[in-house]
């Protein structure tokens, strides 16, 4: 009887083991997925900056290149 017992603890032991072994596997896995993705998002926004910047310095540049276009044709006439 003590060796049946002996033996189902060792395969409860066993499969705690391996239990443990993969959680630690995934683990390591979820870090790496949240480390690109931390990558990820701080070089979309970083994109998202540059086009803000680029946006705001379009808009700046057109009411100045209308304003000047005004004030061309307006000497002209």
């Given at each position: 009887?003590?060796?049946?017992?002996?033996?189902v603890?060792?395969?409860?032991?066993?499969t705690l083991?391996?239990?443990?072994?993969g959680?630690?596997r995934?683990?390591?896995?979820?870090?790496?997925?949240?480390?690109?993705?931390?990558q990820?998002w701080?070089?979309?926004?970083?994109s998202?900056?540059e086009?803000?910047?680029?946006d705001?310095?379009?808009?700046?540049?057109?009411?100045?290149?209308?304003?000047?276009?005004?004030?061309?044709?307006?000497?002209?006439?």
């Amino acid at each position: 009887m003590i060796s049946t017992y002996g033996g189902v603890l060792s395969a409860i032991k066993k499969t705690l083991q391996d239990l443990v072994e993969g959680q630690e596997r995934n683990t390591a896995q979820l870090e790496r997925i949240g480390a690109m993705m931390k990558q990820k998002w701080s070089s979309e926004e970083e994109s998202m900056k540059e086009e803000s910047r680029n946006d705001t310095e379009g808009s700046e540049d057109g009411p100045r290149e209308i304003q000047e276009e005004e004030t061309l044709s307006s000497t002209s006439c």
